[in-house]
Nanobody, 115 residues
Framework: VQLVESGGGLVQPGGSLRLSCAAS????????MSWYRQAPGKERELVAL????????NYADSVKGRFTISRDNAKNTVYLQMNSLKPEDTAVYYC?????????WGKGTQVTVSS
């Protein structure tokens, strides 16, 4: 099983980034996919999730209206479009796959929002 995040980097406040998470080694379309983040000195927190089919999503209040999660089951990939980024969005962003007690994590990608 592998979850490989990409797309992180340094961006100015107000800017945008698109994170990708490429999955392999499991039946992607049967797993709920989520993005979490962890800032220095803070606990890991859920940012957004998307269910297996139908496209239902859920977001942390802090990112609603700015971030959009999506998935492409044909490409085994989940995305996080991040707009209007703020310094407080700075964190390592992790991809998670979850189904009935089975949970897989990626190694994370750093997002830094700074002028």
């Amino acid at each position: 099983v592998q979850l490989v995040e990409s797309g992180g980097g340094l961006v100015q406040p107000g800017g945008s980034l698109r994170l990708s998470c490429a999955a392999s080694g499991f039946t992607f379309n049967r797993y709920v996919m989520s993005w979490y983040r962890q800032a220095p000195g803070k606990e890991r927190e859920l940012v957004a999730l998307i269910i297996t089919v139908g496209g239902n999503t859920n977001y942390a209040d802090s990112v609603k209206g700015r971030f959009t999660i999506s998935r492409d089951n044909a490409k085994n990939t989940v995305y996080l479009q991040m707009n209007s980024l703020k310094p407080e969005d700075t964190a390592v962003y992790y991809c998670q796959a979850r189904k009935l007690g089975m949970t897989y994590w990626g190694k994370g990608t750093q997002v830094t929002v700074s002028s």
